[in-house]
């Protein structure tokens, strides 16, 4: 029996946020809030274990008490349970405080009972950093396998894993030791749709809510307290001037455009 646990960050859909020209500040009102989507492919690849070989999976997500939406979410595609880590201390915290906090959680659920895999997405469409899944597994020390676009296989009795990790126009195959942490990209599987019954169970399931009195961590590693970084300002981008379009006879224009390019010092002159 495999246990699992799959990291699930609630975001802003980033596709729908738009900047204010004059505040420059991001527009959040009426922006959907949804299950981070590289998250959607890690539960989907630990419930297709699940299938292959059995086990347990646990949704964890660290946010505010709507962050249960996206928990409900994972509970529909197949998650055995959910917890949610939510305290006003927790607000604010950077990838340090926040992979502190999520290997908090996880070391409390390896006591029940020991944890094999852990997933989580490469990264967050809105904080983007992609640090949080390595942060996790230097912390309890699991052997580290990011960029996975497959999973071969998983050996229990063994206590090995083989994947494959999406490089740069490679991909490397791995094999490592158990307990591991695996950060998913897109490539690792179809999203499949809920079934009917298994998305009223998830709206009617129980979400067990940790504070930080549940878990044995340190009050000053948590939150803007706990973070050695912060953000001093957050401002658009400057507005891309608009392109030119070069009319006339194609041999011309093409002439003009490279003219164009190397004036540009896009290109270099031969
Ligand atoms: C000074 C400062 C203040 C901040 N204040 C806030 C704030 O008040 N509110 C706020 O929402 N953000 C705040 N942030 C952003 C916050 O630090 C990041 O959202 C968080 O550290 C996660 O990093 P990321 O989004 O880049 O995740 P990534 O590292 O890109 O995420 C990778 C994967 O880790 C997992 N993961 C990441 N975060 C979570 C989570 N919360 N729960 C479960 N799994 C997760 C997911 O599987 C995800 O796919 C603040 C950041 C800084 C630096």
Known sequence: ??????????????????????????VRAGVPAI???????????????????????????????QATEVLRR????????????SDRAFAGSDTLATSYILAAAIRTIDRETPVDLVFCGKQAIDGDTAQVGPGIATRLGFTQLTYVMAIDSVD?????I?????????????????????????????????????L????????VTWNKDNLAIDPAHLGL???????????????RPGGELIPGDPRQAAATLVAKLVLTKIIADK
């Open 225 to 239: 307290k706990g973070s050695p970084t912060s953000v001093r300002r957050i401002f658009a981008p400057p507005e």
């Open 156 to 160: 229990l009795g063994g206590r090995q």
């Open 162 to 198: 083989q994947v494959q990790r999406k490089l740069e126009g490679k991909r490397e195959v791995v094999r490592g030791r158990l307990p591991a942490l695996v950060t998913v990209v897109k490539d690792l599987n179809e999203l499949r749709y809920a079934s009917l019954p298994a």
């Open 200 to 207: 009223i169970q998830a709206a009617r399931a129980e979400i």
């Open 35 to 65: 299950i981070n989507p590289f998250d959607a492919h890690a539960v989907e690849a630990a419930v297709q274990l699940k299938e292959r070989y059995g086990g347990r999976v646990t949704a964890l997500s660290m946010g505010p008490p």
């Open 74 to 85: 994972a509970l529909g595609m197949g998650a055995d349970r959910a917890i949610l880590l």
């Open 1 to 26: 029996m495999l246990q699992m646990v799959v990291c699930v960050k609630q975001v802003p859909d980033t596709t729908e946020v738009r900047i204010d020209p004059r505040t420059n500040t991001l």
